[in-house]
């Protein structure tokens, strides 16, 4: 039986991971959930799980549960804020830790769980997007397992040789090639961008994800931040990355070898793959996952990402190109301006230029230690606070 933590399992990619784990009671265990603020959800999981611990980072929100939970399963510890997330994280009864926060809240329980020598499922990419070099180096000494959640890397993972490690030219990789479905609004009207109301940009074509990523997605941001996860997963950089347009969301990504071969991962749209493929890695599991019917598909289509349309894509490049702080400090800039967006403050538009603007007002510096990096952020997030009240005067 292995043992599991779940960081953020009220979420879109916590609920499906409970998902594939019930499937599997034989196997799996889970040690622990967290939760921001959703106590209804957090209660009805624990009900359905019988975690020895639950975390709920808000601390109201853990006087409650705890309440909830008093009769029907007094067994569960309720814990509560950040200090409650990095011990679930490093629990000598959980081998597995689902890295599921959305954002840089997630950055320190997931260094926690590869500090603890975890097996890392990942998920929340704005921690290795932060921290890449910090990260990589914490599972180098740990000897923790670092397997990507995000479909693609999820994907790009499958069509490596087993000993990638050893660097991708020495094993005869050319490049990756990373899709990207280009979200709601990759043939809309350029003109029409700047008025698209937060619905509209986190319906997306082919995924159900957290409204965060769904913009994200919309903005083709999503896709600057897998650039750069994968540069650190892969030990890469952007040179050897091309994305992808590829509407359908059936090919997960690519692997092109020297010899001119490309493996392709292929599958519904659904994250219970790459989820169960992480989790019983080296093995194979069932997810729940329909089989991909080729019937179906009429065709699959790909073509170049058009950067005038998609800022955000060449800003991420930029900013791993540039390295140290600046992925930091990107990502900082994109909560806020994200966040802003989703409450109707500034307009979709916007995103891209306080991005631009944070990032150059803000001094970059080496990403070698968490406190830099926890100042960088710090100091993107101001910039980008003031950036969001300039634009919504
Ligand atoms: P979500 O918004 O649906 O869920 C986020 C989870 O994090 C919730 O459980 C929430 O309680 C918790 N959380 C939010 N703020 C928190 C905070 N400040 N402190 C602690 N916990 C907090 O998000 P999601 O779509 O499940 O995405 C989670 C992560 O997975 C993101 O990093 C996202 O980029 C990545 N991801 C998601 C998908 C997807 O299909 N949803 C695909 C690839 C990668
Ligand atoms: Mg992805």
């Known amino acids: 039986m292995k043992g599991i933590t779940v960081l953020g399992s009220t979420g879109s990619i916590g609920v499906s991971t409970l998902d594939v784990i019930a499937r599997h009671p ?5 040690v622990a959930l967290s939760a921001n603020t959703q ?25 409650q549960l705890a309440e909830r939970l008093r009769g029907p399963a007094p067994e569960v510890q309720v814990l509560a804020g950040l200090a409650g997330l990095e011990r679930v994280a490093s629990l000598p009864q959980t081998d597995h830790v689902m890295a599921a926060i959305v954002g840089a809240a ?3 329980p997931t260094l926690a769980a590869a500090r603890a020598g975890k097996r890392v499922l990942l998920a929340n990419k704005e921690a290795l997007v932060m921290s890449g070099r910090l990260f990589m180096d914490e599972v180098r000494r740990s000897g923790a397992e670092l397997l990507p959640i995000d479909s693609e890397h999820n994907a790009v993972f499958q069509c490596m040789p087993p000993d990638f490690g050893r660097g991708l030219a020495e094993v005869g990789v050319r490049r990756i090639l990373l899709t990207a479905s280009g979200g709601p609004f990759r043939d809309a009207p350029l003109a029409a961008l700047a008025d698209v109301t937060p619905e509209q940009a986190v319906a997306h074509p082919n995924w159900s994800m957290g409204r965060k990523i769904s913009v994200d997605s919309a903005t083709m941001m999503n896709k600057g931040l897998e650039v750069i996860e994968a540069c650190w997963l892969f030990d890469t950089d952007p040179a050897h990355i091309q994305v992808v347009l590829h509407p359908q969301s059936v090919v997960h990504s690519m692997v092109e070898y020297v010899d001119g071969s490309v493996l392709a991962q292929l599958g519904n749209p659904d994250m219970r793959t790459p989820i169960a493929h992480a989790l019983a890695w080296p093995e194979r599991i069932a997810s ?18 058009d950067l005038a349309r998609f800022p955000c894509l060449r800003l991420a490049v930029a900013a791993m190109e540039a390295g140290g702080t600046a992925p930091a400090v990107l990502n900082a800039a994109n ?22 603007a944070s990032l150059a007002a803000v001094a970059r510096s080496e990403a070698d230690t968490l406190e830099q990096i926890l100042a960088a952020d710090v100091a993107a997030r ?11 005067r």
Do not use: W
Not at 26 to 30: Q, T
Not at 292 to 300: N, Q, R, V
Not at 384 to 391: G, S
């Open 26 to 30: 034989g196997r799996y265990r889970v």
């Open 39 to 63: 106590v209804e959800r957090m209660t009805a999981q624990c009900l359905a799980t019988r975690p020895e611990f639950a975390v709920m980072v808000d601390e109201d929100a853990a006087a």
């Open 106 to 108: 997630g950055l320190k």
């Open 288 to 305: 729940g996952v329909a089989s991909l019917d080729f019937f179906a598909l009429s065709h699959l289509d790909f073509r170049a990402p």
């Open 335 to 356: 909560e806020i301006a994200v966040d802003a967006f989703l409450n109707g403050r500034v307009r979709f538009t916007d995103i891209p230029a306080i991005i631009e």
């Open 382 to 392: 101001d910039a980008a606070v003031r950036l969001v009240e300039k634009a919504s």
